[in-house]
Structure formats: C-alpha cells, structure tokens
C-alpha cells in the first residue's frame, strides 16, 4: 500500500533527521532553548513551568545546558510516541486488520503530527501533544468523578502553564472528556466547571501578569552563559528575537513585529495549504473507522479544532504548529465520541483511495512545505532549492 510505504519514508526520515539533531551541539533552535532556564523565582510567569523542571532537576541551580538538550529531547520522544499511541488507538478502532493499518499509517503519514515533533526538538508543543493523548486516551469513565475532576484539572492547567497558548486546542479536549466521563453522573456541570477553571484561570493570568524585566535579562543571560548561542531573527536589526525576550513585548507588539513582514496573499496561501491537509488527514481517519463525514459529532469536532488553529494563526506566523495541535486534538477527541466498536471500510472506497495518495504524496513532500506564511515567491524557492 502506497499509504503504509509513504509512512515508513516519513517516519524514518523523521527519526534520522532527530538522531542527527541530536548528535549536533544545539538539538533545539536558540530562539527556543532560553525558555528552559525561565523560572517562578519571581513569582509566576507565562511559559515557566517546564524551566522550573528543569531548574528543580538541576538542583534549585540554573541548569547546564547540557541538561536542557537532555530533557528538550526526551520531551520530544515522548511527543512521537504519544502520537505513535494515538494512531494504535485509533487503529484499535477498527474491525479490518488492512484498514486497521491503513489507518495506522495514516496518522504517521501526515505532515501534521509525528514528523514535526521529531525534529522541532523541545518546543513546548510537544508538551501539549503528551497533554492531549494523556487526556483523551486515558480511560476517563472507570474513574470516580472527583479522579476525573482532579486529573483534568492537573493536565489543562500544566499545558497552559507550559505554554498559554495550548489553551486552545487542550480546552476543547478536556471539555469533550468531561463530557464523556461524566454523562449521566449527579453534578455534571458544576464538576466540569470546577475542572476547567485553573486552567482558564491560568490563561488570563499569562494574558495579565507581565515578567520582571530582571527576570527575563538574568534568564537570557544564564542562557548564553550556558552556551546556548544568539537566535536567528525574522526581523533584521532585532538583537531580542528569543522565547524569552519576546515575553517583553505584549500582545499586539508581537502581532505588529511578525505581521510587517508577511503579505495577505502569503498568509491566506499558506492557510489553505494546512487547512487542507488538516481536514484531508480528520477526514480519511474518520471514514477508515467507518463514519460518515456529514454525522454531527464529527462536524461539530473537526470545527472546533479549526477555529482554535485559526486562532491561534491569528497570533502567530508558526501556522504548521497550530494545525499539527489541531489535528492530535481531533482525532483524539473522536475517540471520545464514538464507541469501542469497529466497523468495516472498504479500502477500495474510490474516494477514501483517492485522499490516501493526497496524503501520502503530501507526506513525501512535507520538507518542502512553507511552516509559515512566506513574503513571496523567491521564499519557496529558496526554501526549495535549501
């Protein structure tokens, strides 16, 4: 099957190119690296939780830099092998050990999910992929209610405090797990609500707590004193184009320094590309397992996604990002809406065919996919001929 061999290409491209990463001086970008030794030392700070680990690891001391690229890359393997756990369960789904494997291969295939996790080592996506399969593939309905509450409360507040951001697709999720966990239990709504608050909570107090200028300088400069070297920047002249530099600017500061430099036609081409392969990647799943594509719970899953990848594309340039959460997202929670119960596919569906190839094709040529709107032309062809 074109499918399974595309899959094993990607997949082993994607594990050689992090073994590669790995064996280098600096696995992450240094735009990301400084992230891992910001801290609550002043109290909280958005995007602190995984340097306090860190610093806690360390010994309460600022961390060597060689620990950081330990535990940048052993957050990515396990974001590979969540999504790696996510396809099984999927898979499980399935009555057809063929269209179980198709399914399988699907999930790997795509350029939304384990290829970029595998070598965009320690972002704190991958820390929102474990997040997500945590939350969706746990089996939440065994446990007692106040389990329930409390362990989607831990896991929606520690994605936000990795990264505010994850809000968007890890709320929608937890909601759908309360939803199913929770069906026909005493108390439902004031449990849900009691669920979801430290993370809504947590939300706005990133939106509303701004860092210690003497933070972020100590963070930067225990960073480069570590060895990690200066970022590459988008912008030329910016000598603070870091993820924790950044945290100085606000809101609408960020949007204006990364929107001067993008054009309508590249940002509207660019969604259109992940916005397909999004819905290309659901939407094969959905039917291999045996679903129609027009049932309401699948209508009303892969649409919430989508608009939390809007969103967020909305404050950021990094759209590939958005759309591969928005993807682990959906296909997880249509595990949630469905029963345990496979039905057959038959592979020789001309449509179900046709989208396999698309995404087989799409998944052979994922490294000359734009991760981000480009200002023109000569960007793809540069990005192409690189």
């Known amino acids: 099957m074109l499918i399974a061999l595309a ?3 990607v997949v082993t491209r994607a594990l050689v190119n992090m073994a590669l990463e790995v064996q280098g001086p600096h696995p992450m970008t240094p735009y990301v690296a400084p992230q891992y030794w910001l801290t609550y030392e002043h109290g909280f700070v958005r995007r602190a939780l995984l340097g306090q680990v860190v610093h806690i690891l360390a010994g309460s001391r600022d961390p060597s830099y060689h620990l950081v690229n330990v535990v940048a890359v052993a957050l990515s393997v396990t974001a590979v092998l969540a999504v790696v756990v996510l396809a099984l369960m999927l898979a499980r789904r399935v009555a057809s050990q063929w269209t179980a494997v198709a399914v399988f291969a699907a999930v790997l295939v795509s350029p939304l999910g384990l290829p970029l996790f595998a070598t965009d080592i320690g972002r704190s996506d991958s820390f929102g992929v474990v997040i997500l399969v945590l939350l969706l593939c746990l089996p939440w309905r065994r446990l007692a209610t106040a389990v329930v509450v409390a362990g989607v409360a831990v896991v929606t507040a520690a994605a936000v405090a990795a990264g505010e951001y994850l809000v968007a697709p890890v709320l929608p999720a937890g909601l759908a797990v309360l939803c199913s966990a929770l069906a026909g239990r005493r108390g439902r709504v ?3 609500v009691a669920a979801i608050t430290p ?12 860092p210690p200028l003497a933070l972020v300088h100590q963070t930067t400069a225990a960073a480069r004193a570590a060895g ?9 002249g910016q ?11 606000g809101f609408f500061d960020n949007l204006q320094t990364y929107y001067s430099i993008l054009t309508p036609q590249g940002v509207v081409a660019t969604t259109i590309l992940w916005v397909g392969v999004y819905l290309l990647v659901v939407c094969v799943v959905w039917r291999l397992l045996g679903w129609s594509l027009v049932e309401r719970r699948f209508l009303v899953v892969i649409t919430v996604f989508a608009l939390s990848a809007l969103a967020l594309s909305g404050a950021g340039i990094d759209y590939r990002r958005w759309w591969s959460l928005a993807v682990v997202g959906a296909l997880g929670t249509l595990l949630q809406v469905t029963s345990g119960e496979g039905k057959r596919m038959a592979l020789h569906n001309v449509a179900v065919a046709v989208a396999m190839i698309c995404l087989a ?16 032309l000569e960007d793809l062809r540069a990005r192409i001929v690189e």
């Open 239 to 249: 000598r603070d184009h870091d993820s924790v530099s950044r945290l100085k600017y």
């Open 190 to 192: 004031p449990w849900t």
């Open 7 to 9: 899959a094993a290409v």
């Open 228 to 236: 990690v070297p200066p970022a590459w920047t988008l912008v030329p």
């Open 199 to 210: 993370c809504l909570l947590l939300t706005v107090m990133s939106g509303v707590v701004a």
């Open 361 to 376: 094709v799409a998944g052979l040529l994922l490294q000359y996919m734009p991760l981000w709107p480009m200002r023109s």
